[in-house]
């Protein structure tokens, strides 16, 4: 079975442009959740979809959005980028079956994102 | 708040020695707890969790990790560290909503050298 995916694997944008950023999960599974990575604040939570609904969400401003597709898919976007955007970032997907919280979150690859 | 505390940033041990990684977390109840590995341009790999029952845990490549509720303590352990174990090991809690299992909060890491 593959594994997540994630697409670009690497982007180079400047300030003030927008991105967006792609993610499928391992098929069957419903939830995905979306993390940034940084050098100084470490891996931080963005957040969490599941059917097509965002069900938690981290402490980022609204300039981070995202969305899932009926097939589970889900896509991040950053408006108005900042030099402090330059991260990694990670999807993660989990079967979540039945809703169930606690499930073995797998992670894709990353998209590396530098904002010049 | 919850929060995860990896003490050591970097640490170096030769191959054949033990290995301990420590992780202390602040949580107001019993949390589900994991160890995640992450290699050069890699995603997250997990390496074992802890929901509930016996309080130590088993995980993939030799790794185990005991769960201590009175020191809120998860530390990773392996009796004997071979080169291929150089990497970054995370730390997590989580998740803390009901109907959500995204929201893990991870620990800054701890990178493991192996010296031959």
């Known amino acids: 079975k593959a594994g997540v995916t994630q697409t670009p694997r690497y982007l180079i944008k400047t300030r003030g442009q927008q991105v967006t950023l792609s993610c499928s999960p391992i098929?069957?599974?419903?939830?995905v959740s979306w993390y940034q990575q940084t050098p100084g604040q470490g891996l931080q939570f963005l957040f969490e979809?599941?059917?097509?609904?965002?069900?938690n969400k981290g402490n980022f401003p609204g300039r981070f959005s995202g969305r899932q597709f009926s097939n589970s898919r889900s896509e991040m976007n950053v408006s108005t980028l900042e030099l402090g955007d330059s991260a990694l970032y990670l999807c993660?997907?989990?079967?979540?079956?039945?809703?169930?919280?606690?499930?073995?979150?797998?992670f894709g690859p990353g998209t590396r994102l530098l904002v010049l | 708040a919850q929060s995860v505390t990896q003490p050591d940033i970097h640490i170096t041990v030769s191959e054949g020695a033990s290995l301990e990684l420590r992780c202390n977390y602040s949580?107001?109840?019993?949390?589900?707890l994991f160890w995640y590995v992450q290699s050069p341009g890699q995603g997250l790999q997990l390496l074992l969790k802890?929901?509930?029952?016996?309080?130590l845990v088993q995980g993939i490549k030799g790794f185990e990790a005991e769960f201590k509720r009175s020191q809120s303590s998860f530390n990773l352990r392996k009796p004997s560290v071979h080169w291929s174990d150089a990497a970054e090991y995370f730390c997590?809690?989580?998740?803390?909503?009901?109907?959500?299992?995204?929201?893990?909060?991870f620990g800054k890491g701890t990178k493991l050298s192996v010296k031959p």
């Open positions: 993660a997907s989990s079967l979540a079956s039945g809703g169930k919280t606690g499930e073995t979150q797998y």
């Open positions: 098929s069957g599974h419903r939830s």
């Open positions: 979809y599941f059917s097509e609904t965002q069900r």
């Open positions: 949580y107001g109840a019993t949390p589900y």
């Open positions: 802890y929901f509930s029952g016996d309080t």
């Open positions: 997590a809690v989580g998740p803390f909503d009901g109907g959500s299992q995204g929201n893990l909060i």
